[in-house]
């Protein structure tokens, strides 16, 4: 299967660049540009990619509020890239419901992979923030109350709902519930719909701070 791919950023130097690195991908096709927040938003709705890459800083709508209306719409997924790794960005990102944050010092091998994580329903973090958004998951609220939905999971459902917040790859849940990577592909889709969340990175938050004793 070909990702569609768009590229949101204010930097055509930067744009060029991405676009050279995932067409260089055999399974990765980039359908469109966008030069700031607006664009992004109007062609993503006009050319339905599989995944927008998303920078934070441009004029306009920045990239926070572009991936929020994008994924509370269901358009499509968000990977956000950028230069900037402060937790601000980073939290604001993951509420927003991006998939997946890196930065553009990424190598390329990092980039397409985390495309095509993304496009295939799973989440990216930079390695270096991943132990920082653990942590202000787990302590950012005294306590966590369930959030509405939950009591509509099946027990399927609720076991990887409950994986999902130690990080695991689809593969991985696969592993450790003897399921196939399409199962918990639809599984995971499911919990996402019953629990009202916009990205498997939400759920993951969620369910970690539901297991605090």
Known sequence: MTIRVLIA??????????????????????????????????????????????????????G??????????GVCAVLVLTTFDHDEY????????????????ADAARLVDGVRRVAAGEGVLEPGITPRVIAAAVT????????????????????????????????????????SEATVKTHVSRVLAKLDLRSRT????VASRLSRP
């Open 9 to 62: 950023d204010d930097h055509e130097a930067v744009r060029t660049g991405l676009v050279m690195i995932l067409s260089a991908a055999a399974d990765i096709e980039v359908v469109g540009e966008a030069g700031d927040g607006d664009a992004a938003i109007r062609r993503a709705r006009d050319l339905r990619p599989d995944v927008v890459l998303m920078d934070v800083r441009m004029p306009s709508t920045d």
């Open 64 to 73: 926070i509020a572009a991936t929020r209306e994008l994924t509370s719409d």
């Open 90 to 105: 980073v939290f604001a990102a993951l509420r927003a419901g991006a998939a997946g944050f890196l930065l553009k010092s």
């Open 140 to 179: 950012a609220e005294p306590a966590a109350e369930a959030p509405p939905g939950i009591g509509d999971l099946t027990d399927r459902e609720r076991e990887v709902f409950a994986v999902l917040g130690e990080g695991l790859s689809n593969h991985e849940i696969g592993r450790r519930l003897r399921l």
């Open 202 to 205: 939400q759920a993951a938050i």
